[in-house]
């Protein structure tokens, strides 16, 4: 088999795992986001904050929802990383941001986030948080 037959068969068999019923349950929370005025925030780090970035264009330009992403603000995000530390720079910047519950957090992830193995613990705290607002996520 050729490269591109293999990475066309993975794909389909990955596509193949995704579950439609939970794709339509976040189609629905986002519709209601917007419906509501409410806003998306998406967090990445590394290749995710890239996809956080081209989501915020897409949401804001197609879907008509505001949106925002801390990784294209990259004085406030070094600044918060300077001064505060990098685990707490998504959490501080969605208090400032004032996300509430008529916001979602979209999170853009490889690792996942754990905290107990140090990983993107960055996105566990901006979470936690969100769930301490009742945002969507």
């Known amino acids: ?20 019923n939970a794709v339509e349950k976040m189609v629905d929370i986002i519709l209601n986001i917007r419906e509501n005025k409410g806003r998306l925030f998406f967090l990445g780090v590394g290749g995710g904050a890239g996809n956080a970035s081209h989501a915020v264009n897409d949401f804001r330009k197609i879907a008509g929802i505001e949106s925002y992403s801390p990784t294209d603000n990259v004085s406030e995000l070094t600044a918060r990383i300077n001064d505060d530390g990098w685990e707490s720079t998504f959490s501080a910047w969605l208090k ?12 853009f992830s490889v690792g996942g986030g754990n905290r107990e193995k140090n990983v993107s613990v960055n996105l566990v705290k901006a979470l936690e948080y969100a769930k301490q607002v009742h945002a969507k996520y």
């Open 1 to 20: 088999m050729s490269y591109a037959s293999d990475y066309l068969r993975e794909a389909k068999s990955i596509t193949g795992l995704i579950d439609p």
């Open 96 to 107: 400032g941001s004032n996300l509430n519950s008529k916001d979602g957090v979209f999170v």
